[in-house]
């Protein structure tokens, strides 16, 4: 079991950066995989990035590729995700998400079995 509160969202204007995190309580949190995820209204919610319970891998929307970055800080039971260069188009709502499965994708939501409440970020231009 785990329950997962993200914070950090905000306005931010074109070019400008952002750190979310996803604050994490229960059990045995390092050996969850998590995923930031976003949906825009109207639209299905999409994957961003991805971290193994490992930490040895990440992965990337192509959208996002070299202006984002995610992390965890198992001690602290937190993961991050650092976004720079934003762009009107990263707009939404941004959720985490977590999996205790070993054999998965991390851009498929169904891989995951916990989720956050959101954190809406917007950026404006």
């Known amino acids: 079991q785990v329950q997962l509160v993200e914070s950090g969202g905000g306005l931010v204007q074109a070019g400008g950066s952002l750190r979310l995190s996803c604050a994490a309580s229960?059990?045995?949190?390092?050996?969850?995989?998590m995923g930031w995820f976003r949906q825009a209204p109207g639209k299905e919610r999409v994957f961003v990035a991805g971290?193994?319970?490992?930490?040895?891998?990440?992965t990337y929307a192509d959208s996002v590729k070299g202006r984002f970055t995610i992390s965890r800080d198992n001690a602290k039971n937190t993961v991050y995700l650092q976004m720079n260069s934003l762009k009107p188009e990263d707009t939404a709502v941004y959720y985490c998400?977590?999996?205790?499965?070993?054999?998965?994708?991390?851009?498929?939501?169904?891989?995951?079995?916990?989720w956050g409440q959101g954190t809406q970020v917007t950026v404006s231009s």
């Open positions: 229960g059990r045995t949190f390092s050996d969850y995989g």
């Open positions: 971290i193994r319970w490992s930490a040895l891998s990440t």
């Open positions: 998400a977590a999996t205790q499965k070993r054999l998965y994708s991390s851009s498929n939501r169904y891989a995951y079995d916990y």
